[in-house]
Structures are given as structure tokens and as C-alpha cells.
């Protein structure tokens, strides 16, 4: 019986988890096409996060199962993973109810060390941080960071290893389905029976080739180190931003000692779309000092801290800020695995999973109320 050809156009981490999915599976042929080497968009430039302090049970479902993928990695493929917690900040009775219901969301998904601490607790524990507006904050012990870019090389490591091929250096560059795909790249012609679009930043640009249109909004986000003027005890990730408050906040961690790593988070489309192709360097001025300005609230004793080196990245974001995975919508040969905004190192696990199911006609492996079909944005515009 001959095996269906699947070519997955991206070789970030959504591309890749789909990829590994696919190939331990064994039922389909698995190309990769990456314009340029594994990890080389967002992915590489991520900050690497893989926490489960969110506030919904479809949030925590997934982000629970990536978790375990994560564990895998570490344990049996030595994948450098930092435990240095995660300590998301509320300020309103409000913010204090939902980290309520978000530990019993993660009890109930078998996670087991979320906990709400009080000012007081924190000011106990890491006396550096400022707490005056701090109402309560839903703090993780086991999450932690991973490099991205060492998580795209080890995805492409065991995806080649399974059987699966990936080519860098092959841009797609034109597309026809006669009656199968024929996919006109920088490095010769690929056919495929289906096309995986995580094409991330590109993921519009990749759509249009195809001939099967998503609505993403890319948006430039950037990071920065932040070189403090005394050594500092250990900060974990500190989020001042709660899911759905329509802004953004800062976030901040400590690299070293006496640095940092830094910068403003939402996920919320707050920003004009960029061209994927925007040049990406340095963050500019006036984001670097809204960050220090941010900093200098939340943390005691950094009066003559020192902006270090920057950069940016893209976060690839839809219309109601969830991914978009499954079928699209006009082609069922084109398969989604988009739209992961700023949270694309922690969901892709999700999403690669999601994504194989719906290549390889599987049951699903997530509850229904974790709706990333692009169906639904229909509905969504509409009400818009």
C-alpha cells in the first residue's frame, strides 16, 4: 500500500512537532521544507517558556500536554530545560479568583505544583521584587525556559533519525495541484498528497502559494538583557500580564546573577501587521525604555541598571489569538498549523499532536473545547 506523501512547509517548532508525530506514527512519507535551517524564524529567538499558569481548562489542557512532551525531551533526549519557576502577577480580586480556578484546572489535568502565594510570600521569598499593587500571583515551582533554537535542532535530529527528511536551505516558491500537490521550491520540486502550512511568520505568505488563505497578523515583539549594577537573587519568570486584559505587561527572568532577560508580553493583537519579511535587529528606543521604566517598578535596587543587547521576532497571531490547526477550511489537502502568536515553544507540542491527528484521520486527542479549527473564524468575524 503506498504511503501518502506529506510535505510540511516550516521547520520551526510547529512544523518539526508535527513532523516527529507524523514519522513515529509510520503510515506517511514526511518532508520538511525550511527557507532557511531549523529554528531560524521565530522559534530560534523565542525566550522559551513552557509553563502552565493559564486560566482556562482548554489553556491548561494543552499547555498540560506539552509539559509532558517537554518532561520526554529532558529526561530521555537530554534537552537543557531550566526549572526557575513562574510567577505570574495579579492586582485585582478578579485576577486572584481566576488564579484560583486555574490551580484547581491544573489539579484536575494531574499538575500537581501551582500555588497561589500573597504579597508577603513573595516579598519572603525574593525581596527584590516590589509587591505594594500585588494582590496574589499563581506561581509554577516546576516550570522553566528551554533555547528554542536547541529544541528545532533536536526535533530535526529525531524526525531524520524516524525516517522523515528535512531540507533546509528550500524556500516554497510556487504551487499547483493538478490532481496531487506540486511544490516548486529553491531546491527542486516536492509532490505531496497533503501540505502542512507552519510556515509561522510566513504562514500568509505560504497560504497564498497554496491558493488557501488564512487571516494572521504578524506582530514584532522583541526581548532584551538587561545588566543589573549588583548581583541579584534568583528571579524566575515574573509575568505582570493576565491573559485577557487587553494590554500588554512585562516579563522578566534572570540569565545571570547580575543580568536579565526581558521584555513585554501579550497576546492580544494590540499592533499594525508587519511584513514577515520586516527586518529584525534591535528593538527600538522607546520599547527598550517602556521595558526599563516597567523594570524600575518591580524591582527594588536597580536604579542604575543597563540596557544590554536587544532583538525581535515575530509573533504570528489570528483574529481571537488562538492557533489555527486542522483543515483549511477551502482545501482539505491543506493542513493548518499556524497562528501560535507568543506562544508558539510551549503550544507546539499541542499543535504538532493536533496537527498529525488531522493528517492521519485520528481521533482527537483534546477535548472539543480546545477549538483551533479555522471554521471558527468565520463565526468569530462576523460578531467582530
Not at 531549523?38 to 481548562?57: K, W
Not at 497564498?208 to 506582530?219: C, D, F, H, M, R
Not at 537573587?233 to 487587553?246: I, N
Amino acid at each position: 500500500m503506498r504511503e501518502d506523501r506529506v510535505v510540511i512547509v516550516g521547520a520551526g517548532v510547529l512544523g518539526l512537532f508535527t513532523a516527529l508525530e507524523l514519522v513515529q506514527d509510520g503510515r506517511v512519507e514526511v518532508h520538511v521544507l525550511e527557507a532557511e535551517h531549523p529554528g531560524a524564524g521565530s522559534s530560534g529567538r523565542s525566550v522559551g517558556m513552557i509553563e502552565t499558569q493559564y486560566l482556562t481548562d482548554a489553556d491548561v489542557e494543552v499547555r498540560a500536554f506539552g509539559r509532558a512532551v517537554y518532561s520526554r525531551l529532558e529526561h530521555e533526549h537530554q534537552l537543557a530545560f531550566v526549572h526557575g519557576g513562574y510567577l505570574r502577577l495579579g492586582h485585582t480580586d478578579t485576577d486572584v479568583a481566576k488564579f484560583e480556578e486555574s490551580v484547581r484546572l491544573q489539579r484536575a489535568h494531574g499538575l500537581n505544583d501551582a500555588a497561589i502565594l500573597s504579597a508577603p510570600d513573595i516579598s519572603e521569598r525574593w525581596p527584590h521584587l516590589v509587591t505594594d499593587d500585588v494582590s496574589a500571583a499563581l506561581f509554577g515551582s516546576w516550570d522553566g525556559y528551554v533555547d528554542g533554537y536547541e529544541v528545532s535542532q533536536l526535533l530535526s535530529r529525531l524526525v531524520r533519525t524516524a525516517g522523515g527528511h528535512v531540507h533546509p536551505n528550500t524556500r516554497l516558491i510556487g504551487a499547483t495541484q493538478p490532481a496531487t500537490w506540486r511544490l516548486e521550491t529553491t531546491n527542486g520540486m516536492f509532490e505531496a498528497d497533503i501540505v502542512v502550512n507552519a510556515a509561522g511568520a510566513w504562514g500568509g505568505v505560504v497560504a497564498e502559494i497554496l491558493g488557501a488563505p488564512v487571516a494572521l497578523v504578524p506582530q514584532l515583539h522583541g526581548a532584551m538583557t538587561v545588566e543589573l549594577p549588583t548581583e541579584k537573587a534568583f528571579t524566575p519568570f515574573v509575568m505582570d500580564y493576565v491573559p485577557g486584559s487587553r494590554s500588554e505587561g512585562v516579563y522578566f527572568r534572570s540569565e545571570r546573577k547580575d543580568q536579565l532577560i526581558a521584555g513585554l508580553h501579550t497576546e492580544e493583537v494590540t499592533q499594525n501587521a508587519v511584513s514577515p519579511d520586516v527586518q529584525l535587529g534591535a528593538m527600538d528606543f522607546e520599547t527598550i525604555e517602556r521595558v526599563a521604566s516597567l523594570l524600575a517598578e518591580r524591582l527594588h535596587g536597580v536604579d542604575d541598571m543597563r540596557a544590554g543587547r536587544s532583538w525581535t521576532g515575530i509573533y504570528p497571531m489570528s483574529s481571537d489569538h488562538k492557533p489555527i490547526v486542522g483543515h483549511h477550511s477551502e482545501n482539505p489537502t491543506v493542513v493548518c498549523a499556524l497562528g501560535a502568536g507568543g506562544n508558539g515553544i510551549q503550544l507546539s507540542p499541542a499543535i504538532g499532536r493536533m496537527a498529525a491527528d488531522t493528517v492521519l484521520g485520528r481521533s482527537a486527542t483534546f477535548s472539543p473545547s480546545v477549538d483551533w479549527s479555522q471554521d471558527r473564524l468565520t463565526g468569530a468575524s462576523s460578531n467582530n
